[in-house]
């Protein structure tokens, strides 16, 4: 019902930016502007962590205390895209990043759930490697 991908990541130094972008496209009856979009990362051996949430309207975030002031999440509703602006990167922010929506029904093969909003569809990833 819902395909996700991701663009933007790259290798960047401590203390820089990059933003990374996520285009939904969507099957009919799933509607993408009551749905929550999210962005989660991934390292090697760990769980999957949620990074940062929008709602459909795009009125409320929700951001992970460990990128809050460097991170900003936003979406366009018209293009169906979901971007996540990245500043003041760290070589702790390195990992795997992927888009995420929110899906209520079904059994997904991955569920991850952040700010109490179950994710169910995935983007493949796209790598940000930040280096000291």
């Known amino acids: 019902q819902v395909q996700l991908v991701e663009s933007g990541g790259g290798s960047v130094q401590a203390g820089g930016s990059l933003r990374l972008s996520c285009a939904a496209s969507?099957?009919?009856?799933?509607?993408?502007?009551?749905?929550?979009m999210g962005w989660f990362r991934q390292t090697p051996g760990k769980e999957r962590e949620g990074v940062a949430s929008?709602?459909?309207?795009?009125?409320?975030?929700n951001l992970a205390d460990s990128v809050k002031g460097r991170f900003t999440i936003s979406r366009d509703k018209d293009k169906n895209t979901v971007y996540l602006q990245m500043d003041s990167l760290k070589p702790e922010d390195t990992a795997m990043y992927y888009c995420?929506?929110?899906?209520?029904?079904?059994?997904?093969?991955?569920?991850?759930?952040?700010?109490?909003?179950?994710?169910?569809?995935w983007g493949p990833g796209t790598q940000v490697t930040v280096s000291s």
């Open positions: 929008i709602n459909g309207l795009g009125s409320v975030t």
């Open positions: 995420a929506a929110e899906r209520v029904t079904g059994s997904p093969s991955y569920v991850g759930n952040y700010g109490g909003i179950r994710f169910g569809y």
């Open positions: 969507v099957a009919f009856r799933y509607s993408l502007t009551i749905s929550y």
